[in-house]
């Protein structure tokens, strides 16, 4: 009969299972003779199996009951609060995202933090190959090691950032159910968990098998089922929000029933059109700010000035379609065996595979489309008005072409195609890894070796509707079949039917990895002032990996809605030689109860990048039992992934902002000075003399993306200094401290658009000018850079900081408290050499993206009094400010917000043991119901008005749930 470990859960539930193994406290020193008699336990970060709890690296470290606690079902959900992490893709992932879920280190990036799963690689998905961390058995997790720091000596390729090490129960004897279910207040998004695991020993103790099942589901909630994520909101520095519409051009000027664009430099007369009655209602004397060349098409199909401002603005509102949690399907089945034939030969085996099903969900298929009809097109019955104000605009009216004596008219129509439903993207991932080895004891005394290998493999299916075929929409307008004017709803079944397109894109990556270990101690590398000899361990490594992204041919220039996809396939493998060693210098010495060394180096051979190399060398000192310091430095790499190796020139519109631009460009977010500067900048540009600030009238600039060109492998440098401090006289207490520094002088990355813009206008950087290309008039018209090229500097620096206090009340129960937390004094990148250098620690949005916080912590406090366990979390994230202030003088004056204060949220957990055997638990996250912070500015906010992945946009959620173990 299985019954509850207390210890374990109390111990876990402070600060939700944090134990900075790294900088634990010291331990006892073995003083028994010869290896057999020390009990070894193997950490994250190294693999000697060390006599005490300890790494070279810093560790944080989450156990299953303070998971289970807190109704971790998403084990992302819970890791993004740590500290040492910056949200990734999770399932707020809406848009940009693609329904997986990622983790990223130090905010360096998903591809720059190695995911393990029982100290072993997992496969990727996609030709990025990162992990998504959907697919890891949650309901198995014994617990989850972070490693902060790099530790490519160790696990080889992608620990720059640190790693990530899942540990699962992979020797159970019993059974266990759990259930749960966790609600909001304010309704919607529910998440219901249900697993069973079943595990026996059998030969007498000396075999264990274990089979898991799980179920998750996560419904979905829209941003229209929040007050403020509801609208779009335009901060406009008025004192209020704009209720509905966005900044970007692409968005407001696509509204359902189409706006008439009349051209960059053409307005439309609309006194000539005999409308300008119509203009003056709506525009003359109204609080309201009109576009003249803009005319949009209303309910009753009638040609209207388009209010682009104000609070009767046309903007259209996309937020009521948008996902704020993506719905999720999730089925996970994992089952291990392991038998002792004898101490020489152990098998062992595993097998997983999962199914992830979620949703992603856009507002309909906004398009800008470019027809030339004659005046007796059908599409202009009933419709006088729209015909005059073409007629009367030169930028449309092609007058007579073809002798036929009917005008023609050459005309850009934006529209958001409602009648076309939303575009939905529906992700469909199956994981399967199929893996064993043998392990035991070698004939040599104390040494061991450990033989595995796997067969791991994703198939991920997308299938993406309410997409629109330009030639086929056109073919229809040309026909007179397609009522554009007649507006929102005109088209009909027959249109539709005819010019939508369904695409799907099939992504599949394959993994083969093999991995064999000794490990031993070497009596004659003793030092005579240390009891224990040098340990090492010797190992060799084969894997090969595989990524495929197929889009079918749907996904095509042709087509408008989801993005335009290209097909990727590559394959590499790599052959790796490593060694680890730890060598004691002092054991039980004066001032020196313990120092050491420790060295770790890996050498590897990759058919696409060549030899790489990578070293890490360390010492820990324990002056007394009370302290314990360590110091280390590594050298990290990261090979490039498939999609950065194999990819092929593309083209794209993103948004951008030209500083020597009006309208929707950023002259007006420049102080005086900048001002000044940047006009002579742009013309050196080529922007005629006297014609700054030219006019932007569309957000999204042409952009040629080329690709790789002779990569290499990412180097970074990572420096890691830790100290830790137990009291003998006050026993239950660490406080510990850790220094980190990584720094990337090659990373595999590329420029934003926008990032080339500013480099040129604003700093007068050459060879960003030479990037650009403007039309006659000054407007930029196109950009052409390599998108992926070692060339891109990374920086992290800071400190991370924390106790743990557990101590005994007597009649009072045992409590503990903790805190980890960290502050960061660095976070910045430097895209490229033609780009200058941007901080993102304390700062959001634009390209820093989510918030880096300078201050940023995770604290708890816990009871347990008899059968009872309650917990408090208090998560803290720091104050942020709008990243573009740093570079746009006036923009903090012209904004209501570009500053996010600082932000508290604090959980209350319970547990109560019914009987020895059945667990009920439950609780209230986000108790205080504290409301995200809203930045209305567009762009710059990643989804819903906020950083839904930094800032909790579900408020007051209770969950209730059951375990019961036999």
């Known amino acids: 009969m299985k019954k509850w470990n207390?210890?374990?859960?109390?111990?876990?539930?402070?600060?939700?299972?944090?134990?900075?193994?790294?900088?634990?406290?010291?331990?006892?020193?073995?003083?028994?003779?010869?290896?057999?008699?020390?009990?070894?336990?193997?950490?994250?970060?190294?693999?000697?199996?060390?006599?005490?709890?300890?790494?070279?690296?810093?560790?944080?470290?989450?156990?299953?009951?303070?998971?289970?606690?807190?109704?971790?079902?998403?084990?992302?959900?819970?890791?993004?609060?740590?500290?040492?992490?910056?949200?990734?893709?999770?399932?707020?992932?809406n848009n940009p995202g693609n329904g997986t879920a990622n983790l990223s280190l130090r905010g360096l990036g998903a591809g720059r933090t190695l995911v393990l799963?029982?100290?072993?690689?997992?496969?990727?998905?996609?030709?990025?190959?990162?992990?998504?961390?959907?697919?890891?058995?949650?309901?198995?997790?014994e617990r989850v090691d972070v490693v902060t720091g790099g530790a490519s000596a160790v696990y080889g390729s992608d620990a720059v950032a640190g790693v990530v090490n899942f540990i699962l129960r992979t020797d159970f004897e019993g059974v266990e159910l759990d259930?749960?279910?966790?609600?909001?207040?304010?309704?919607?998004?529910?998440?219901?968990?249900?697993?069973?695991?079943?595990?026996?020993?059998?030969?007498?103790?000396?075999?264990?098998?274990?089979?898991?099942?799980?179920?998750?589901?996560?419904?979905?909630?829209?941003?229209?089922?929040?007050?403020?994520?509801?609208?779009t909101l335009i901060d406009n520095g008025s004192g209020t929000f704009g209720t509905t519409g966005s900044v970007l051009i692409e968005e407001t000027l696509f509204a359902p029933g189409g706006v008439l664009i009349g051209g960059p430099f053409a307005n439309f007369d609309w006194a000539a059109a005999g409308l300008q009655d119509r203009f003056d209602d709506r525009c003359v004397g109204t609080p309201d700010t009109c576009w003249a060349f803009a005319a949009r098409i209303d309910a009753n199909g009638l040609a209207q000035p388009f209010r682009t401002s104000g609070p009767n603005n046309d903007r259209y509102n996309y937020a009521p379609d948008n996902y704020l949690q993506l719905p999720q399907e999730r089925y996970n089945f994992a089952a291990f065996a392991n038998y002792e034939i004898n101490r020489h030969f152990e098998v062992y085996g595993r097998a997983m595979y999962s199914n992830v099903i979620v949703d992603s969900q856009l507002a309909p298929t906004p398009a800008a489309l470019r027809f030339t009809v004659s005046e007796d097109n059908a599409i202009f019955d009933g419709h006088a008005d729209v015909l005059e104000l073409m007629r009367t605009n030169p930028a449309i009216n092609l007058g007579d072409t073809n002798g036929d004596g009917l005008e023609e008219f050459?005309?850009?129509?934006?529209?958001?195609?409602?009648?076309?439903?939303?575009?939905?993207?529906?992700?469909?991932?199956?994981?399967m890894l199929v893996g064993g080895g043998v392990r035991g004891d070698l004939f040599l005394s104390g040494w061991t070796y450990d033989v595995y290998a796997h067969f791991a493999r994703t198939r991920a299916d997308q299938i993406q509707t309410g997409n629109l075929s330009v030639s086929a929409f056109t073919a229809e307008v040309e026909a007179g079949r397609a009522l554009i004017f007649g507006g929102p709803g005109a088209l009909t079944d027959d249109v539709v039917a005819a010019a939508t397109r369904t695409g799907a894109i099939f992504e599949t990556n394959e993994q083969v990895q093999f991995v064999a270990t000794t490990q031993g101690e070497i009596e004659q590398f003793r030092f005579g002032t240390a009891n224990t000899p040098l340990q090492v361990v010797l190992g060799v490594e084969y894997r090969e990996e595989f990524s495929r992204r197929q889009p079918d041919s749907v996904l095509g220039p042709d087509v408008r809605g989801f993005n335009q996809s290209t097909f990727i396939e590559g394959r590499f493998?790599?052959?790796?030689?490593?060694?680890?060693?730890?060598?004691?210098?002092?054991?039980?010495?004066?001032?020196?109860?313990?120092?050491?060394?420790?060295?770790?180096?890996?050498?590897?051979?990759?058919?696409?990048?060549?030899?790489?190399?990578?070293?890490?060398?360390?010492?820990?000192?324990?002056?007394?039992?009370?302290?314990?310091?360590?110091?280390?430095?590594?050298?990290?790499?990261?090979?490039?992934?498939?999609?950065?190796?194999?990819?092929?020139?593309?083209?794209?519109?993103p948004g951008v902002s030209d500083p020597c631009a009006s309208g929707l460009g950023a002259w007006g977010n420049l102080s005086s000075a900048q001002q000044a500067t940047v006009e002579a900048n742009c013309v050196a540009n080529g922007v005629p003399m006297g014609a700054v600030p030219v006019a932007q009238v569309n957000s999204q600039v042409e952009t040629i993306f080329r690709g790789a060109r002779d990569l290499e492998a990412e180097e970074a440098d990572t420096i890691t200094l830790g100290v830790s401090y137990s009291p003998s006289f006050l026993?239950?207490?660490?406080?510990?401290?850790?220094?980190?520094?990584?720094?990337?002088?090659?990373?595999?990355?590329?420029?934003?658009?926008?990032?080339?813009?500013?480099?040129?206008?604003?700093?007068?950087?050459q060879a960003a000018c030479d990037l650009l290309v403007r039309g006659g008039g000054g407007t930029l018209t196109l950009i052409d850079f390599l998108s992926t090229e070692n060339q891109t500097g990374l920086f992290v620096r800071g400190i991370d900081y924390g106790f743990d206090y557990i101590f005994d009340a007597g009649d009072m129960g045992t409590f503990a408290l903790g805190l980890n937390a960290t502050w960061t004094d660095t976070s910045s990148f430097q895209s490229s050499p033609q780009t200058t250098r941007i901080e993102c620690a304390g700062f959001y949005g634009a390209d820093c993206g989510q918030p880096t916080p300078v201050h940023k912590w995770l604290a708890s406090a816990s009871w347990m009094y008899g059968p009872l366990t309650a917990n408090v979390r208090w998560t803290h994230v720091g104050e942020v400010t709008d990243t573009l202030t740093q570079f746009y003088g006036a923009r903090a004056d012209q904004l209501d917000v570009t500053h996010i204060g600082s932000i508290d949220y604090f959980d209350l957990n319970l547990s109560y043991d019914f009987t020895d055997n059945v667990r009920f638990y439950g609780g209230v996250r986000n108790m205080f119901d504290q409301s995200p912070p809203i930045v209305g500015d567009g762009p710059q906010s990643q989804q819903a008005n906020t950083w839904p992945a930094t800032y909790d946009p579900f408020g007051r959620q209770f969950f209730l749930g059951v375990t019961a173990r036999y």
């Open 6 to 93: 207390r210890e374990a859960l109390l111990r876990t539930s402070v600060l939700a299972g944090f134990v900075a193994a790294g900088a634990a406290a010291a331990p006892a020193i073995a003083q028994e003779e010869g290896a057999a008699q020390r009990e070894t336990i193997q950490v994250t970060g190294s693999r000697i199996a060390r006599p005490d709890a300890t790494a070279p690296s810093p560790i944080v470290s989450v156990d299953a009951p303070a998971l289970e606690v807190n109704n971790t079902i998403n084990i992302e959900d819970y890791l993004n609060d740590l500290p040492q992490l910056i949200p990734g893709f999770d399932a707020t992932s």
């Open 117 to 141: 799963l029982d100290g072993r690689r997992m496969v990727s998905e996609g030709a990025g190959q990162t992990v998504n961390i959907n697919t890891v058995p949650a309901a198995l997790i």
């Open 179 to 231: 259930t749960s279910h966790r609600w909001s207040e304010q309704g919607g998004g529910s998440n219901t968990s249900i697993s069973a695991t079943i595990g026996g020993n059998f030969a007498d103790g000396r075999g264990n098998a274990v089979l898991n099942m799980s179920y998750n589901r996560r419904e979905e909630l829209f941003q229209g089922d929040r007050e403020f994520s509801r609208n």
């Open 410 to 431: 050459q005309f850009d129509i934006g529209r958001r195609f409602t009648e076309f439903g939303p575009r939905n993207s529906l992700r469909d991932t199956h994981a």
């Open 573 to 653: 493998d790599v052959y790796e030689f490593f060694a680890e060693g730890v060598l004691p210098v002092i054991e039980g010495g004066t001032f020196a109860e313990y120092l050491g060394l420790n060295a770790a180096y890996r050498r590897s051979n990759y058919t696409t990048v060549g030899n790489t190399d990578t070293f890490a060398i360390g010492a820990e000192w324990i002056p007394v039992s009370d302290v314990r310091f360590r110091a280390q430095f590594q050298r990290a790499v990261r090979a490039p992934s498939v999609s950065q190796l194999f990819q092929t020139d593309t083209n794209g519109f």
């Open 731 to 765: 026993p239950g207490l660490t406080v510990r401290a850790d220094y980190y520094d990584i720094e990337i002088g090659n990373a595999l990355s590329g420029p934003s658009a926008q990032e080339v813009v500013n480099a040129c206008t604003l700093f007068g950087v």
